[in-house]
């Protein structure tokens, strides 16, 4: 017997060269190329959102840098709450620079035509404000009316609500003014500053005839410039910027209003980033899924070709680049769409936007949007496709070959690039390290978390679904445990949209159910502001004369702090090392005086103390909790107040915990009795109105007796911050909407992928005497089992989310809203119904006899 | 003397089913020459599959050699063993084993593609005329009888003209009609390209055909039967 052994010449070819992989490739790929498409689809949508996101902040930027001015209106605008002394504006007076001014005040308007009332931003202007950009008015010359007389133009969503129409007058304060026009656009007021606070505009010189300008009124006063050039404008800054501390007034150029507008964007825009990126993670797991099926199926046509001669990596090429190319496919239709749908952006996004945004597409997302499709083409589809390399010739011989699991170097790579993967892109996405990071981690919690939820709903279901249960139901249900279904994988994928609209409907609800006055409780839901003390007892006996109840009447006194524990806060805000914020030392305190605690406070430290007549120690305060933390201060700790100019040792004797929104109005500092009492102050009253005609017959003659008493309905403040959160949530849900439908797609990519199997056990039941009937039946049930799972998966971990981040982060009670969830849940049962039913119709029409053959 | 194609010395395969191990092939010792016909025969269950599967080295023993074409397959790896496979041998498998993808004619042609051999076409339109599909060169499998796709399968394996034909089963799946056409074209393209042929069949009539019979039980030999030149 001769042994002997000759090494194999066996040359191998780089994949480029290798001729024959392609050739395969393509033969392979061409007659189910909507199947293979379907393994990438998931990738579309994801792509689309990230891509049409990343053109929105594109044009968003360049806007902002091009209309910058427009926002401001002017190159400097110079803003106090008290009229710009001589001092400063003398100095301006110097330079001959152009300037208009305006003043803005919250005030009741009484809208002649109905005798209606609301609480408006007044805002009285001079000058030819705005320099830069157009106030656009209807008709174009009602702001040269106001300005020349008593006449008043508003919002144009005011006009629409009172019905207010150009032969209509206002009354303010005092005085009747004629209605001009309405305002349609103002430069720099976007969607949401109109909603917060329509405006009505008068002349800043008619604004004193109102009376509306009294000790205790908060007005803020801006002064605009406009300079000829930057060299002007550093000139302006420099005569100004001296006196800031001095006189408490503050100022803001372009550059710093651009990059104030730029910062906040960046955040809002960042958050709507990663809303677009969940639907890209989303199409990634859909597409390992949907290859790893793929991989499976191809096993047997690797082996023969590993029979006749193939290398694994051969047999690996072949179909890596099937999907490669896919994916890349996938990625261009991607990028195609998120540019198209930056026609809709505009319109979805109009209320965050304050600029006209030109429509524009930005080469640089798409071209970004295309590196993400590749990088996610090869990541995710490498560590399914990796087993074709592995798969034992022997399997033509016997199809169960146990295959080797064998660890490659290359799957292992893959592996922690994929875990890298959204990390990197994340961080890209947002330039920060660990936004990306806290970003992956929660997403992949939330992903972990939800693959737990369906899989303990799965087994849930499984153990106690009735067993007396018709057959259809049962025999839907247990589709559902077929091998290879992919169901938990689907239940993620389609549940984490939902979830996503959820959450966000349930946090909704519980922030509003805060701001909610409940049921027949006694509690305000109507203050009035601004009395003066002389108008104290005529407000009272008003509200007595309508049977109200007086259920706080509050004095107020308006000061400053001057020194915190000991130190100047002048010194204390141009020092850098100091962690107080600005305008906690800066600002305005409204305090009131009191010796007992209000039914919306308790005490958390310390005391509340009485004030000892003719001592000549400390006043004793108390502060609330979360001023205490931002101002720095403990119980003991001195603070020197200003109040009108008269300077008042305190030092804090205690903390209160205070429900704000319980029974306004709410301090932040309570002084004891028997020290404001002759300081300059005004008084609030807090009050129950009713609903119907009494109400507002009572606003009617509020506002004639009192007209600088200003009337808050917090129902009103109610309606305001709902349709803020409608404003929001418009985003949030158009964002989660690619999710929901990539989670879809990725079912339809499933169904198909199943569907010989389903094939076979649909012949198997036929043969056994079922009719199409039952058949479609038992389909359509089955999917609907698989929505109204999903949507269970997303809801349950939504209430668990809300819960967390109500508790922790809103810190309010969690309140559900169950008609929501009701809506979002049959929204996503009906969809899944409607895309598995579809996908379903050849495999529920096929004729037994095709399938035998194709058993052949 | 005969050139010796395949050498098989010792071979010894076993499983570990649970605690202990089965032996499904028990010290298998023979040799076949060059341009032969082999048949191997046995009950079901005696390792004529797991035999043939480790001559045409689509596995690796648990002791023994097997040499091809003087290659010792033990000491190759997989790819290696592919590369051999594609050069020196052929296969026909009971059932078929198509790609369900492609074409007959490009099933045809992929192991001279993938030695990136051009001009494949002729040879292989040749050759399925042969087998009688010469206008069924564009179906896809599905599109044809069991017989015919044994006979698509016939083509591909003799496309490299190679030196060894492995066989298991060939007409497990078909009516006795087609079985015979099989038949025929196996041992027609045995005696025109010089392929030595290693059959395994339930089949006697068709072992008859061959110069030798194997008769396997429990994993061994237990006869071996020269036949007559026919
Ligand atoms: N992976 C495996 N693990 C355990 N036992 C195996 C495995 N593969 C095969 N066997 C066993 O080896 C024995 C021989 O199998 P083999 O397929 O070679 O028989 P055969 O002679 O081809 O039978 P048939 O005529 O039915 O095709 C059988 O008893 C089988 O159960
Ligand atoms: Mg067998």
């Not at chain 1, 902040?57 to 106090?80: F, P, R, T, Y």
């Not at chain 1, 009395?531 to 009272?540: C, E, L, N, R, W």
């Not at chain 1, 319980?662 to 102050?681: H, M, R, T, W, Y």
């Not at chain 1, 809203?817 to 050849?842: C, D, F, H, K, Q």
């Amino acid at each position: 017997m001769i042994e002997y052994y000759i090494r194999l010449k066996r040359k191998v070819l780089p994949l480029w060269r290798d001729r024959w992989v392609w050739k395969m490739a393509w033969r392979d790929a061409r007659h189910n190329r909507s199947r293979l498409f379907l393994l990438v689809a998931s990738l579309i949508t994801g792509i689309a959102a990230v891509v049409a996101i990343g053109s929105l902040n594109h044009s968003l930027q360049e806007a902002l840098d091009q209309n910058a001015k427009e926002l401001l209106g002017a190159d400097i605008v110079i803003n106090s709450n008290k009229p710009l002394p001589v001092e400063v504006t003398s100095r301006l007076d110097t330079l001959k620079v152009p300037t208009a001014a305006d003043a803005e005040m919250a005030s009741m308007v009484m809208f002649m035509n109905t005798k209606q009332s609301r609480l408006v931003k007044l805002t009285a202007l001079r000058g030819d404000f705005p320099f830069y950009g157009q106030m656009v008015t209807l008709p174009p010359n009602a702001y040269e009316q106001v300005r020349n007389g008593r006449y008043a133009i508003l919002d144009e969503t005011l006009a629409t609500q009172f019905e207010v129409s150009s032969d209509d007058s206002l009354k303010i304060g005092n005085k009747m003014f004629k209605v001009a026009g309405v305002v349609t656009k103002m430069p720099g007021g976007g969607g949401l500053t109109s909603t917060l606070a329509p405006s009505v505009y008068i002349s800043l010189s008619e604004l004193d005839s109102t009376g509306l300008v009294q000790f205790g009124s908060r007005i803020s006063y801006s002064l605009f410039v406009k300079t000829a050039d930057e060299k002007q404008t550093e000139k302006v800054v420099e005569k100004i910027k001296p006196m800031t501390k001095k006189f408490r007034y503050s100022y803001e150029t372009v550059e710093r209003r651009k990059e104030g507008l730029g910062r906040s964007f960046r955040s809002v825009y960042q958050f709507f980033t990663l809303l677009a990126f969940v639907a890209l993670v989303l199409g990634c797991i859909g597409v390992a899924s949907s290859v790893h099926i793929y991989a499976r199926e191809k096993r047997e046509d690797v082996a023969v070709l590993r029979c006749v001669g193939s290398t694994g990596w051969q047999a690996f090429n072949i179909y890596f680049i099937q999907v490669f190319f896919l994916g890349l496919f996938g990625s261009v239709a991607g990028a195609g769409l998120g540019a198209a749908i930056q026609k809709i952006i505009p319109v979805v996004f109009k209320n965050f936007i304050p600029v006209d945004l030109p429509f524009s597409i930005s080469w640089t997302s798409v071209l970004e949007g295309l590196l993400l499709g590749a990088i996610v083409s090869v990541l995710f589809t490498v560590v399914p496709l990796a087993a074709v390399r592995f798969v034992p010739p022997l399997t033509v011989l016997r199809t169960e070959s146990k295959q080797v699991s064998r660890r490659s170097r290359l799957k292992l790579i893959v592996i922690i690039l994929i875990v890298l993967f959204p990390v990197l892109a994340a961080t890209w996405q947002t330039n920060s390290l660990m936004k990306g990071l806290v970003f992956s981690l929660g997403l992949a919690a939330a992903l972990g978390l939800l693959a737990l939820v369906a899989w303990a709903l799965l087994r849930l279901v499984r153990r106690f679904f009735p067993a007396h249960a018709g057959f259809i139901f049962r025999h839907a249900l247990s589709n559902l445990y077929r091998p290879n279904n992919q169901t938990q994988v689907l239940m993620v994928t389609i549940g984490l949209g939902g979830f996503i609209i959820a959450t966000m409907n349930t946090v909704q609800h519980s922030l509003l159910g805060q701001v909610e006055f409940r049921g027949n409780t006694n509690q305000s839901n109507t203050i009035l502001f601004d009395i003066q003390p002389s108008q104290k007892a005529g407000v009272i006996s008003l509200m007595k004369d309508y049977q109200l109840p007086l259920n706080q009447t509050v004095p107020i006194v308006t000061c400053r702090i001057r020194e915190l524990k000991g130190r100047k806060v002048e010194a204390m805000m141009s020092d850098t090392t100091n962690r107080i914020p600005d305008w906690a030392l800066g600002r305005e305190y409204r305090v009131t005086y009191r010796d007992s605690l209000h039914i919306s406070e308790s005490m958390l430290k310390g005391e509340m103390q009485h004030f000892v007549k003719g001592s000549k120690d400390s006043v004793w305060v108390t502060i609330s909790e979360g001023m205490q933390e931002t101002l720095r201060v403990d119980v003991g700790d001195s603070l020197v107040f200003d109040i009108q100019g008269i300077p008042l040792r305190t030092k804090i004797s205690g903390i209160r915990k205070v429900d704000w929104p319980k029974d306004p109005p709410n301090f932040i500092f309570v002084f004891p009795s028997g020290v404001l009492e002759q300081a300059p102050q005004i008084w609030v009253t807090a009050t129950r109105v009713g609903e119907g005609g009494s109400a507002s017959r009572f606003q009617q003659e509020l506002v004639m007796k009192f007209p600088n008493v200003s009337l808050v309905d917090l129902r009103l403040i109610l309606s305001t911050v709902e349709s803020l959160f409608a404003k929001i949530s418009v985003v949030v849900r158009f964002l989660a909407l690619f999710s929901i439908i990539t989670g879809l797609v990725v079912l339809a990519g499933a169904v198909v992928n199943s569907k010989f199997l389903r094939i076979k056990e649909n012949v198997l039941l036929r043969t056994l005497g079922a009719r199409t009937r039952q058949i479609t039946q038992i389909t359509l049930i089955e999917y609907a089992y698989l929505g109204l799972f999903a949507a269970l998966t997303g809801i349950l971990l939504s209430i668990g989310a809300s819960w967390t981040l109500c508790r922790f982060f809103f810190e309010i009670d969690l309140s559900v809203a169950w008609l929501a969830l009701l809506i979002v849940g049959s929204a996503v049962t009906l969809m899944t119904m409607l895309i598995g039913w579809y996908n379903s119709r050849e495999v529920i029409s096929t004729p037994p006899l095709q399938v035998l053959r194709k058993e052949g | 003397m005969a050139e010796t194609v395949l050498n098989v010395e010792n071979l010894t395969k076993e499983y570990a089913s649970g605690d202990r191990t089965l032996t499904v092939l028990d010290h298998v010792t023979f040799e076949i020459q060059a341009g032969s016909r082999q048949a191997i025969i046995g009950p079901s269950g005696s390792g004529k599959t797991t035999l043939l599967g480790l001559c045409a080295g689509l596995d690796v023993p648990s002791s023994g050699t097997v040499t091809l074409m003087g290659f010792k397959l033990n000491a190759m790896n997989e790819d290696d063993r592919a590369y051999l496979r594609n050069q020196y041998t052929g296969f026909v498998f009971q059932n078929f084993q198509l790609l369900p993808t492609l074409t007959a004619i490009e099933n045809v042609m992929v192991p001279l593609e993938l030695r990136g051999d051009k001009n494949v076409q002729t040879r292989a339109r040749e050759l399925l005329g042969r087998v009688g599909l010469g206008d069924r060169l564009h179906h896809f499998p599905s599109q044809l009888s069991g017989g015919e796709q044994q006979r698509v399968a016939i083509a591909r394996a003799f496309i490299t003209a190679p030196r060894i034909l492995f066989a298991d089963e060939p007409t497990g799946n078909l009516d006795e009609e087609n079985a015979g056409q099989v038949v025929e074209l196996l041992l027609d393209l045995n005696q025109q390209e010089k392929t030595t042929l290693v059959l395994v069949t339930h089949n006697l009539e068709l072992a008859k055909r061959t110069d030798r019979i194997l008769r396997m039980k429990g994993g061994r030999v237990v006869e071996e039967m020269l036949m007559p030149v026919s």
